[in-house]
């Protein structure tokens, strides 16, 4: 199938408007000329987007997998309810005594009066009521669409109200769902309030040698918990995740971490900028995901620090994991191999998970992001070229200085010297350099489009997220939800690895779909063509 | 009786969802009929999300897509390029409109935007009238019935004796309910039915939007029809289809208890045989029997029990009258919604026992605060139960919507004499598996 003839079928019965607009954001991949795409633009109204809003991006992604914040959504109730306790909220107390919030949702369900007469005194009430019941160490607001419009000022309340208490932080998010494109602009909000209410409240720091923060990082599947094993076995201390099975104590002093690794580096690149402007702490991108790209981030925490020591208790640590890591994709891969992969999901894992699909010998056919920018397909090179349009413009970009008082200068120096070495730092080269030539890069795929690709393409899995599920699976293939991991994972790490090759394994040989023809009938309950014709054919002939 | 719980300004883990939720289901139910949220992109996303993890079936629900420019100025042209884009990728026959807390907060006018949009689609073009943050799903999923029956174009052509307005029940019940209104008349409605469209079958091919759902001819013919039954007969007239269908056209309406237990089932299969004029058939009434014999077996084990309910008022009234003819003393009704005269919902929906506590607009936090100090041997709803039901120690029995934690959700039976069956039969179970598991003695007679 060439691409002109999917776009044929794709793209071009859009009206022309919208094809023109679409047309930009699909294109053939060649990693050697990476062609500019459209990314970060706003979904065409009535396109069935996977994109969700500013809020969700904010107190879902971001602050939703921190345990001791109490979060209220001001607004009304359906969107406190639809954040509430989803997927990612795995996480573990240090005690059974600590603080866990994650199991509450809280509202200020706003009325018609409250619209008409404002909510801030409600919201005042709700904080003082949180404040009553938990005495917690911080409280967060989120603003849902209607507030921006009638003007409350969360902020203004927020500092009154951390005035009022001295003993617990308040701050407040203008995260209205209207206000950017997609989720994206809820990332960078949280990053910024982050930044400016948390990080560096705590000067504290261990005596410990290696200290790294990990950005990006959403424990989702219990992820945070195999990778804080993994450095703790290496003889590297996590003093902060972001966010995943993290405390808000661990932001306050994530400033005193010596390096910041970075996951995701759409939702969270923000932080580390910031951080390294006014600390000086230096950013690297790292991938756990995939037994390779973990060996290899690992390498380059070890490089980064020089010690002889680490460096041969990370090799140590690699050649142990990397025998499990090694004897399962033996065994798994003859299922596998050859088999051929979709990913279009977040802003990160459509370019992560295509190293865990080639460590089973599995091609990526296509990929794209769901709230990426162009930066995170082309990489940051092209960050000077991105046009800031309106979307954008909306988010504030916080003024950061240097902090005369707390900022290495030495971490600054070695940086310098290593990158004399080669080391990369601050950079993400993107997804399109990874992959292949000819493969399809499609940014904010609609369900349209996602259909018509699953029908020209058959790939043996699609990933996407629950929305996309059930809709691929009608079509005979099986979807792997990357947002939520099916409810299952770990998959970072080596062992989450494991897990993976093993459950794509399972997926792509699947007999089910075996049974969609009866073995009595001449003809199907349905149409004939049905994508998944290839696995029906062993079971009943 | 009622004892009042504490007035707390937050709202705490929720017993209710938002309106536009309610309309994106009921419009599920209408054949080839697709929905657009008018607002920010993230009502749909969230809502489809909420609503697969129940069915776990393709949910296509569109969005205007709200930006700063139209937050401020109108949502106009979104839902004109919305409805747009709809049309050509979906070809509905209807589109209905809902509006979100942003569009309400602006004051887009989505009726009169609705009756300009002729020339954009060749589908009819239909907006929900309804309030966002006041209300909850229920109203949502009423509101939207109500004013695609009063807003869709009338035919002239009599098709179906009876429309049939039900709660939202699962899939299950609406193809059980088909089926007992067809023993008694050869043509009716039941709208919405999703019986087909949320717990479809494999297709082997993407179809773009779901086959089944209450036919477009029977919606618009729904004021020629003999009569109508609706199942809530609390519920606000104005949200109220057959309210309408009487008022407007005269269609005699029995706004009859939820045919949840044997009552309400007793009650609808009475008026079906009086208006058509047909006997009973005789596979109903003998589920009737083998289920009263079924109660009379199990009576031992369901008597004195103190039951838990909560959810929305026309689940809470059905569940509450089944367990009160059982034995089970429904202890505490809990309607999750605002919902005025509940509590003379519920005590008419009752005849042996009596509740401590009866409320609307209750969240979790309330409830668990209820039920502090007593003991309670189960209780019944959805999955959000699930951490309170945890924390103390007691049973939960999921059912209604949504459950989010175990597979079946759509093919849980709750109406009709099959569906009081099978809540017995997974009530008891689920006492049984209590006691045993409580015993230090591994019996495996009980």
Known sequence: MSFEKLDDTMMKTYPTKVYRKRKKAAMVNDPGEVKEIQANVRTIPGIITQRGCTYAGCKGVVLGPTRDIVNITHGPIGCGFYSWLTRRNQTRPENETAENFMTYCFSTDMQDSNIVFGGETLLKDAIQEAYDLFHPKAIAIFSTCPVGLIGDDVHAVAREMKAKFGDCNVFGFSCEGYKGVSQSAGHHIANNQIFKHVIGSDDSRSDSKFRVNLLGEYNIGGDAFVLEELFEKCGIELVATFSGNSSIDHFANAHTADLNLIMCHRSINYVAEMMEVKFGIPWTKVNFIGAGQSAKSLRKVGAYFEDPRLIARIEEVIAEEMLKTDEAAAEYRPGTEGKTAMLFVGGSRAHHYQDLFAELGMKTLAAGYEFAHRDDYEGRRVLPSIKVDADSRNIEELHIEKDPGRYSQALQDRKAALMEKGMEFSDYEGMMAQMEKGALVIDDISHYEMEKLVEVYKPDVFCAGIKEKYAVQKMGIPLKQLHSYDYGGPYAGFDGAVNFYKEIERMVNTNVWGLIKAPWSNQSAMSAKYAGGKHAVASHT | MNKKTPDYVSTSNPCKVCSPL??????????????????????????????????????????????????????????????????????????????????????????????????????????????????????????????????????????????????????????????????????????????????????????PIAPGGTPQKDIASAHKADFSISFSPYTKEDISAACWLEEEYGVEHFDLLPPIGIRGTDELIDVLSQKSGRDVPRNLVRERARLIDALADSHKYTFGKRAVVYGDGDFVAGIASFLDEIGIVPVICACGTPFPRFEEYLKNSLEETEPEYIGADVDFRDLEELMEGKEYDFMIGSSKGYPLSRKRGIPLVRCGFPIHDRIGGPRFLHVGYEGALNLLDTIVNTLLTKKQDDSTVGYSYL
């Open chain 2, 22 to 207: 309610g309309v994106s289901l009921a419009v599920k139910g209408l054949e080839n009929a697709m929905s657009i949220m008018h607002g920010s992109q993230g009502c749909a996303t969230y809502i489809r999300r909420y609503m697969i993890s129940h069915f776990k079936e393709p949910l296509d629900i569109a969005s205007s897509s709200f930006d700063e420019r139209s937050a401020v100025f109108g949502g106009k042209r979104n839902l004109r390029a919305a409805i747009e884009n709809v049309s050509l990728k979906y070809d509905p026959e209807l589109i209905v409109v809902a509006p979100t807390c942003l569009s309400e907060t602006i004051g887009d006018d989505l009726r009169a935007y609705c009756r300009n949009f002729d020339s954009t689609t060749s589908a009819e073009v239909l907006s929900v009238s309804m309030p966002t943050y006041t209300s909850a799903h229920l109203v949502g999923f009423y509101g939207a019935v109500r004013s695609v029956v009063a807003g869709k174009e009338k035919g002239d052509e009599k098709r179906q004796a009876v429309n049939i307005f039900p709660s939202m029940v699962s899939p299950a019940d609406l193809r059980y309910l088909k089926e007992i209104v067809g023993s008694f008349f050869d043509k009716s409605m039941v709208m919405p039915d999703y019986s087909e469209t949320l717990d479809g079958e494999i297709w082997g091919e993407y179809i």
